[in-house]
């Protein structure tokens, strides 16, 4: 239990930056595709300030993403041991195939920019974008897998790969990936428009604002809303293949056709017959999975009830992620009507929501995290080995608590600091025209003639 | 040539290339303090490294993947058996990747993360070589693959003469690099670092010889019985009067630099080849107990599926980044640093 808070610990604190890594990477691509273009310094000092709020976030993603890999061998060995042979390769794959790729040119975007042609410069932007996106493919094949597992085989009691393309490609995978990349350029689209806005809020920077917020309006609104379509999509493979998950998602109990589905309610759990109050609409969980109230949806009586999630938990996490996406809907939809009718700088309080709205696509993406990880309790590697089977026998309690609390007192002024010096860098903005100008004139001068590349 | 052991010598290869490449920004992390007199040469110091020390972290993000999907059950046994220790590394090392990325954003915690930098170098620069000082000596070992000792055991003499022995290479690596990257006062205190952090190297290399031979008899048998072992040691002992004259010299920065990166290869060939084939062997619990490459290893398709992607990937790897360190070649100046 301890390894497990731990571990939820640690990957919900790495999930919070990872999204605005991915978010930001993407924005970092726009701006040097439109500065490699124009070639004018205002389009650089845009692209740069982005780089500094990528870099600065990516940093965290990276740190604390090799807690994870580390975790799994030093918390969870038994699991380690179990699943190593299916598990691992794309852990390995991440670290040959797409890590290298990110923080090697991530070294180019941070110190090249003298050093490389505009062209290399700009392919570096692409391949760090194209390293992030990678990455999480491999990321998410490991998790998929523990979902939906597929192509292997038990030997010896483990987990032996029978089939690459099965495995990565399981049941799972697909929507998965789509639905948190997705969700991922939401956040980030979400964090730039929050910091534009406050830029046109104390009228500054307003051309770069201006600029900046249309691009993460447009991409943000596409993104939220194609992601009901995706998370639909996401949800009719979790009722195939994880029934009980998704039983647990609206708190079923009877196996029945004409299965209600909530919009919002509270669970109580009467010894695993749950009983909830709230707002419903009578056989949509039905029509939604099947077209027609006569579908009939697995209840959570289809399993024993030590196989069984923890309802309340898995319940309110699903239904607060899918609230949050359907208010950023109607959140890019008004901004971005308002501002084709010219009114959106006039509307301060419009302004002041998309500010506010900065840490609420991370709360659903972690909401969306927690229902699909709870949601698979209690089982590690669905309907194979049980979580509490797959802790490392040798690591005492006494351990975990002395490196949990190290880990949130670590972590802790990791995050204060991170947030001091994304709003230092958002508060001093872009740099200005003219001043970057000036700066570099007065480096380049020392410079030996002949000397340089 | 079996998968198992094309894995055994990907994993020694890239571990490897992490301690050389990682080796020299942790050194040149744990000098810090000492080496960089002012503002400017502490600039100098992290801009040296800034462009590429996350793509040299990397290789123990791919070493411990790897290790994780080849050898799943070493991998396991070790992350959970040094339990304290691995999580001490990973403190180290997020601290110092952040410190890396925020000191020149924070001007009022300057002194916070030049700490952090320092300690997040030295940490895992001694604690990386006290477990490789585990793995060559032995540890004892249940029937499930467990370590069965306690965290004090790890500390032995031996495997704290193989950390501190680990510490001075990668000092002296960051010293020779240093050496290369930088000018003027701070460049012939490098020099001056260099000389005599490279004397303590060999004096210690020598005394950790000695003490495996006279208390790991398996590994210095394995070396000494083996014509690969005998090739690593020839190649160290040239290395060590190469580089040695290197070392003493001025301007011979690249030379050195490279000859202690020869000087890893051969220890690190050494103990490879002194642990194959087991990768940690059992003491004080019967011999079987011990991971060897066939035992601890992972299901074959995972083997060949994995040597698709090295293939794939460590050329391309090696590719670009020797492109990288092309680019930022030369010596680094305070106004190279971060914009």
Request: proline residues 4%; positive net charge.
């Amino acid at each position: 239990m301890l390894s497990r808070i731990q571990f939820a610990f640690t990957v919900g604190y790495h999930f919070i930056f990872v999204p605005i890594s991915i978010g930001l990477a993407l924005m970092v691509v726009f701006s040097e595709r439109r500065y490699f273009k124009s070639n004018i310094p205002a389009d650089k000092a845009a692209s740069n300030f982005w780089i500094k709020l990528f870099t600065t976030t990516f940093a965290i993603g990276v740190a604390t993403g090799l807690t994870m890999e580390f975790a799994f061998g030093a918390n969870w060995a038994d699991y380690s041991r179990y699943v190593g042979s299916i598990f691992g390769a794309p852990l390995a794959a991440e670290g040959l195939l797409a890590f290298f790729l990110e923080s090697t040119f991530l070294g180019v975007l941070l110190f090249g920019r003298k050093k490389v042609s505009r062209g290399v410069y700009y392919a570096s932007a692409w391949l760090v974008m194209i390293g992030t996106l990678l990455s999480a493919v491999w990321i998410l094949i490991a998790n998929s897998w523990q979902q939906t597992p597929a192509g292997y085989k038990i030997e010896d009691g483990r987990a032996i790969l029978t089939s690459f393309w099965a495995a990565a490609f399981n049941p799972s995978f697909a929507p998965r990936y789509v639905h948190t990349i997705v969700a991922c350029v939401i956040a980030g689209c979400f964090v730039v428009a929050s910091i534009c806005a406050w830029y046109l809020l104390k009228k500054r920077h307003l051309h770069f604002a201006r600029q900046a917020l249309v691009t993460a309006l447009v991409v943000g609104l596409l993104a939220s809303a194609a992601m009901p379509f995706i998370g639909h999509w996401h949800a009719l493979e979790v009722a195939k293949f994880q029934p009980v998950k998704m039983a647990a998602f609206e708190s079923l109990y009877d196996t029945k056709a004409s299965a209600p589905l909530y919009l919002f309610g509270w669970v109580r759990d009467h010894n695993g017959d749950p009983e909830v109050t709230g707002l419903k609409i009578p056989g949509g969980l039905s029509l939604m999975l099947g077209l027609s109230t006569s579908h009939v949806v697995t209840g959570l009586d289809s399993v024993k009830p030590q196989d069984r999630p923890p309802l309340q938990l898995v319940f309110q996490s699903y239904h607060l992620m899918i609230a949050l996406s359907f208010l950023f809907i109607g959140v890019m939809l008004l901004a971005l009507i308002m501002h084709f009718l010219k009114r959106l700088e006039k509307a301060r309080w419009l302004l002041w929501l998309l500010v506010a709205c900065f840490p609420l696509p991370l709360i659903a993406i972690n909401m969306g995290w927690a229902a699909t990880e709870v949601g698979r309790q209690p089982w590690i590697v669905q309907g194979l080995l049980r979580t509490s089977d797959g802790v490392s026998p040798v690591v005492s309690a006494g351990e975990i608590w002395a490196t949990l609390g190290l880990f949130g007192l670590i972590y802790l002024i990791l995050f204060i600091a991170w947030l001091r010096i994304f709003l230092g860098i958002i508060r001093k903005g872009p740099d200005d025209v003219v001043e970057m100008l000036e700066a570099e004139r007065a480096s380049a001068q020392p410079a030996p003639a002949g000397a340089g590349r | 040539m079996t998968l198992e052991n094309i894995w055994f010598f990907l994993v020694a290869f890239l571990l490897t290339g992490y301690v050389i490449l990682d080796g020299f920004d942790l050194g040149a992390g744990v000098l810090y303090p000492f080496i960089a007199r002012n503002e400017d040469e502490k600039r100098v110091v992290r801009a040296s490294i800034g462009p590429i020390w996350d793509g040299n972290e990397v290789w123990l993000v791919a070493g411990a993947g790897a290790v994780f999907a080849a050898f799943p059950m070493v991998y396991a046994m070790t992350f959970s058996g040094f339990y304290l220790a691995i999580m001490l590394v990973l403190f180290g090392l997020i601290l110092r990747a952040v410190s890396l990325e925020f000191r020149h954003r924070d001007k009022s915690w300057s002194k916070v993360w030049d700490g952090a930098f320092f300690l997040g170098s030295l940490v895992p620069s001694i604690l990386v070589g006290c477990a490789l000082g585990n793995v060559i000596r032995g540890v004892p070992m249940n029937a499930n693959g467990d370590y069965t000792g306690t965290f004090l055991q790890l500390l032995n003499p031996y495997s704290l003469l193989v950390a501190v022995t680990g510490l001075f290479l990668i000092v002296t690596h960051g010293a020779a690099w240093l050496a290369l990257k930088s000018e003027g006062a701070m460049h012939a205190r490098a020099v001056q670092y260099r000389k005599i952090t490279f004397w303590v190297c060999a004096v210690l290399a020598i005394a950790t010889s000695v003490a495996t031979i006279a208390t790991v008899s398996r590994a210095s048998d394995n070396v000494l019985g083996r014509p690969l072992g005998w090739c690593f040691l020839v190649v160290l002992l040239l290395s060590l009067l190469y580089t040695i004259r290197q070392m003493m010299k001025e301007g011979a920065e690249l030379r050195s630099f490279l000859g202690s990166a020869v000087t890893i290869v051969a220890l690190a060939g050494i103990a490879a080849v002194g642990n194959y084939p087991e990768i940690v062997p059992a003491r004080g619990t019967p011999p079987e107990t011990s991971l060897t490459v066939t035992n601890s290893a992972s299901g074959h398709l995972t083997l060949q599926v994995m040597l698709i992607v090295a293939i794939i990937g460590c050329p391309l790897v090696l590719l670009y980044t020797a492109y990288v360190y092309w680019v930022f070649r030369g010596k680094t100046k305070a106004a190279d640093a971060e914009y």
